[in-house]
């Protein structure tokens, strides 16, 4: 069977590899385009001729995520380095470990666990209406220009603490955990960051853990800092969520839930150490209001390219509200946000053009063979259907390019079109299953789907509801996704100054 070594991919430069061209290209578009001139599979060389796998076939896609998903784990060196920023934590973890915490933290991800939020999220989605109107009426004409990606993130942080740890923002901790996720993604993960990223492959796993305590370099300090500040406050949330529980205060936020579940006797077998505890606090403060924040400032910034799309959106919400008001209620509820199809439409489309995290590492456990959906094209001129895969081969899982493959979403797959989602037969070309929701990857697949993804839409949607009703968008800079994991949005020609989405915002017309 063909192998990898049989797999085309771009020309590496001597020692480099393929590395130098996706810091200096932005790693996210450069692997759109390769994946147009190569195929849904195809190789990437890191420094000093290490090889990659990058996979967007969906055949492939769901063997490693759902079919045989444990025979695949993150490769140590990416385990090492999640680690280093919050603890020993379900993202790290695998097989047994994974799946014990994977059961202890699932009952607090529930439908109605979630729809409680509800009231949350509007709270803090209005609060940035309220921020944003302010800044309208101290313009000079009723229109200004704003970061709107500086102002989702705190929101969504609040939108986090509130409903999953049941905490006010309004004080010290809430401050230090503002400054902390101010530039969360620029300040780990800068673009140079790739740098190192591509020399951990060379490493030995084992010394990764005692050189990232040490290293004194800007982001790794950033990252150690992450880990002792999330800690911190996570002990000190865990200690009352415990005394709460001790006299009897029960409160079903995700901390509760954690604490109270660990203690029960039936899971004296599998249960967290105390560190576990404060990691899965500290690995839900980031995976839980930077993705939600980045998607929405993305599918603002569509929104505010596609005026269109804009002006349909806002016609649903407001005859919606309008339809809520009139059965004397103040607020919609999870069932009206299900009836907006158009609402759905947009949220399905940006979640694909713009996946919060374009790409994950995995590694093969064992030597495999990975079925494909669409054949690719050898460096000798053979179409295959299946490659050969050795034992220790490292993959990624290009989430990223899937969402875009022309197979699986046509040949428009690179516009953002909310449109496609309204026909009658699903968007997806592809019968494979990749996904939680239709068929986009964005929140991965199978075994290690995202916890939070009902969470993530629900809160998504309260916050496109309450800004689209009240202001019209402009674009007003060129935007360059950025990132090799985390997708952040710069500002082109002012990279240095890292994420920032600057919108034109006005009122919306009631006429
Ligand atoms: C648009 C928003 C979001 C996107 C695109 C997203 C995407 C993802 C992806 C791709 C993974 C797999 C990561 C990996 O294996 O390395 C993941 C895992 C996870 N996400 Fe999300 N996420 C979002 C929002 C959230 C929210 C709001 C929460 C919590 C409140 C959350 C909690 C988690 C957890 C706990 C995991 C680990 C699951 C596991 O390993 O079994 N996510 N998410």
């Given at each position: 069977?063909?192998?990898?070594?049989?797999?085309?991919?771009?020309?590496?430069?001597?020692?480099?590899?393929?590395?130098?061209?996706?810091?200096?290209?932005?790693?996210?578009?450069?692997?759109?385009?390769?994946?147009?001139?190569?195929?849904?599979?195809?190789?990437?060389?890191?420094?000093?001729?290490?090889?990659?796998?990058?996979v967007?076939?969906?055949k492939a896609l769901h063997h490693i995520l759902n079919t045989a998903a444990?025979e695949f784990?993150?490769?140590?060196?990416?385990?090492?380095?999640?680690?280093?920023?919050?603890?020993?934590?379900?993202?790290?973890?695998?097989?047994?470990?994974?799946?014990?915490?994977?059961?202890?933290?699932?009952?607090?991800?529930?439908?109605?666990?979630?729809?409680?939020?509800?009231?949350?999220?509007?709270?803090?989605?209005?609060?940035?209406?309220?921020?944003?109107?302010?800044?309208?009426?101290?313009?000079?004409?009723?229109?200004?220009?704003?970061?709107?990606?500086?102002?989702?993130?705190?929101?969504?942080?609040?939108?986090?603490?509130?409903?999953?740890?049941?905490?006010?923002?309004?004080?010290?901790?809430?401050?230090?955990?503002?400054?902390?996720?101010?530039?969360?993604?620029?300040?780990?993960?800068?673009?140079?960051?790739?740098?190192?990223?591509?020399?951990?492959?060379?490493?030995?796993?084992?010394?990764?853990?005692?050189?990232?305590?040490?290293?004194?370099?800007?982001?790794?300090?950033?990252?150690?800092?992450?880990?002792?500040?999330?800690?911190?406050?996570?002990?000190?949330?865990?200690?009352?969520?415990?005394?709460?529980?001790?006299?009897?205060?029960?409160?079903?936020?995700?901390?509760?839930?954690?604490?109270?579940?660990?203690?029960?006797?039936?899971?004296?077998?599998?249960?967290?150490?105390?560190?576990?505890?404060?990691?899965?606090?500290?690995?839900?403060?980031?995976?839980?209001?930077?993705?939600?924040?980045?998607?929405?400032?993305?599918?603002?910034?569509?929104?505010?390219?596609?005026?269109?799309?804009?002006?349909?959106?806002?016609?649903?919400?407001?005859?919606?509200?309008?339809?809520?008001?009139?059965?004397?209620?103040?607020?919609?509820?999870?069932?009206?946000?299900?009836?907006?199809?158009?609402?759905?439409?947009?949220?399905?489309?940006?979640?694909?053009?713009?996946?919060?995290?374009?790409?994950?590492?995995?590694?093969?456990?064992?030597?495999c063979v990975l079925p494909?959906?669409?054949?690719?094209?050898?460096?000798?001129?053979?179409?295959?259907?299946?490659?050969?895969?050795?034992?220790?081969?490292?993959?990624?899982?290009?989430?990223?390019?899937?969402?875009?493959?022309?197979?699986?979403?046509?040949?428009?797959?690179?516009?953002?079109?909310?449109?496609?989602?309204?026909?009658?037969?699903?968007?997806?070309?592809?019968?494979t299953?990749?996904?939680?929701?239709?068929?986009?990857?964005?929140?991965?697949?199978?075994?290690?789907?995202?916890?939070?993804?009902?969470?993530?839409?629900?809160?998504?949607?309260?916050?496109?509801?309450?800004?689209?009703?009240?202001?019209?968008?402009?674009?007003?800079?060129?935007?360059?996704?950025?990132?090799?994991?985390?997708?952040?949005?710069?500002?082109?020609?002012?990279?240095?100054?890292?994420?920032?989405?600057?919108?034109?915002?006005?009122?919306?017309?009631?006429?």
């Open positions: 069977r063909p192998s990898i070594s049989h797999i085309r991919g771009p020309r590496p430069e001597l020692f480099f590899g393929n590395v130098r061209h996706i810091i200096k290209r932005s790693n996210v578009e450069a692997m759109l385009e390769w994946q147009e001139e190569f195929g849904s599979v195809f190789r990437f060389q890191g420094f000093f001729g290490s090889k990659k796998l990058i967007a076939d969906p444990y784990p993150k490769p140590g060196a990416f385990r090492a380095v999640i680690r280093a920023i919050s603890g020993p934590n379900i993202v790290a973890a695998e097989g047994d470990d994974h799946k014990k915490q994977r059961r202890l933290m699932s009952p607090a991800f529930g439908v109605r666990e979630t729809k409680a939020y509800l009231s949350i999220f509007k709270a803090c989605a209005e609060k940035v209406v309220m921020k944003w109107q302010d800044a309208v009426v101290h313009s000079d004409d009723q229109s200004t220009v704003v970061d709107v990606h500086h102002t989702l993130l705190p929101a969504t942080l609040e939108a986090l603490c509130e409903a999953t740890f049941d905490f006010q923002m309004d004080n010290k901790r809430g401050d230090d955990l503002r400054k902390l996720y101010a530039n969360f993604n620029n300040d780990a993960f800068p673009p140079n960051a790739a740098i190192l990223a591509a020399l951990l492959d060379w490493i030995p796993t084992c010394i990764i853990t005692p050189l990232l305590r040490i290293l004194p370099v800007k982001n790794v300090a950033f990252i150690r800092k992450h880990r002792r500040q999330s800690y911190e406050i996570a002990a000190e949330i865990m200690a009352e969520k415990s005394h709460a529980i001790a006299e009897g205060r029960e409160s079903r936020d995700l901390c509760s839930l954690l604490v109270k579940a660990n203690a029960s006797e039936k899971v004296k077998d599998f249960q967290l150490t105390q560190e576990e505890l404060y990691a899965q606090s500290s690995v839900v403060f980031i995976a839980g209001h930077d993705t939600t924040a980045g998607t929405l400032t993305f599918g603002l910034w569509q929104l505010a390219r596609h005026v269109g799309v804009q002006t349909r959106l806002r016609e649903e919400v407001r005859a919606t509200l309008a339809a809520i008001r009139a059965r004397g209620k103040a607020e919609p509820s999870v069932e009206d946000m299900e009836s907006m199809p158009y609402l759905q439409a947009v949220m399905k489309e940006t979640l694909r053009l713009h996946p919060a995290v374009a790409q994950i590492a995995r590694s093969a456990g064992k030597d494909l959906s669409y054949p690719v094209e050898t460096a000798s001129g053979e179409l295959i259907r299946h490659i050969a895969v050795p034992k220790g081969t490292e993959i990624v899982v290009a989430i990223s390019c899937y969402n875009r493959n022309k197979n699986v979403w046509g040949e428009d797959a690179h516009v953002f079109r909310p449109d496609r989602w309204l026909a009658e037969e699903q968007p997806s070309k592809s019968k299953s990749v996904g939680v929701i239709g068929n986009i990857a964005s929140f991965l697949s199978g075994t290690r789907s995202c916890l939070g993804w009902k969470f993530a839409m629900l809160e998504m949607q309260s916050f496109l509801v309450e800004i689209i009703d009240q202001f019209e968008l402009r674009a007003t800079k060129e935007i360059r996704p950025w990132g090799d994991n985390l997708v952040y949005p710069l500002v082109d020609g002012e990279e240095e100054k890292g994420a920032q989405m600057p919108l034109r915002i006005s009122p919306a017309s009631r006429d």
